[in-house]
T-cell receptor, first 120, second 114 residues
């Protein structure tokens, strides 16, 4: 399978614990995004990497959240001191730069299956 | 930011053509219109994208009038497996080709019945 993968698929944790999620993008994609989705809502942008550089962070990404993409390949999203309001689906997406793959559509991103976080 | 408005839900029957209309009155000159599909417990999947007039691929058609203030996603002969949430997105022109972050609304839940 050459799609975007995420691990774990489900995570249940107690309030106050730290959790870390991993995303493996499609190998030739240099752009990587994290989104968060709560029930009944569309995904909300959290952060964006181009290669290893984190170029944008949403105001939704509080100081308890940190994301890394150390070698420009996989990425991790860590949430410290989890709160019940952090319960959501965390989605990762990747895309190539258009100068690498002109056939890709302007706003086409490839999403992984998500990690569903439940904070008790 | 361009805001989109689409129906919360729609019902259809297998074999029918479904048209979902999205309003985006404040669309900017450089914005593209993109539609995504999302099944429960899965990430969204790109369906189609257009700038003006009509675009067709193997999955759907996208109709965009000259003023670009609305668009219509057309799904031919839907089946039960087309039951999903459909999101209409308008590209954030402030970022152009730099970030391309996607701005999702609440989408349209399409329920296809036998």
């Amino acid at each position: 399978d050459t799609g975007v993968s995420q691990d774990p698929r489900h995570k249940i944790t107690k309030r106050g614990q730290n959790v870390t999620f991993r995303c493996d993008p499609i190998s030739e994609h240099n752009r990587l995004y994290w989104y968060r989705q709560t029930l009944g809502q569309g995904p909300e942008f959290l952060t964006y990497f181009q290669n290893e550089a984190q170029l944008e962070k949403s105001r939704l990404l509080s100081d308890r959240f940190s994301a890394e993409r150390p070698k420009g390949s996989f990425s991790t999203l860590e949430i410290q001191r989890t709160e019940q309001g952090d319960s959501a689906m965390y989605l990762c997406a990747s895309s190539p730069s258009r100068d690498i793959l002109q056939s890709i559509s302007y706003n086409e991103q490839f999403f992984g299956p998500g990690t569903r976080l439940t904070v008790l | 930011l361009a805001k989109t408005t689409q129906p919360i839900s729609m019902d259809s029957y297998e074999g029918q053509e479904v048209n979902i209309t999205c309003s985006h009155n404040n669309i900017a000159t450089n914005d593209y219109i993109t539609w995504y599909q999302q099944f429960p417990s899965q990430g969204p999947r790109f369906i189609i994208q257009g700038y003006k007039t009509k675009v067709t691929n193997e999955v759907a058609s996208l109709f965009i009038p000259a003023d670009r203030k609305s668009s219509t996603l057309s799904l031919p002969r839907v089946s039960l497996s087309d039951t999903a949430v459909y999101y209409c997105l308008v590209g954030d022109s402030r970022y152009g080709g730099a970030t391309n972050k996607l701005i999702f609304g609440t989408g349209t839940l399409l329920a296809v019945q036998p």
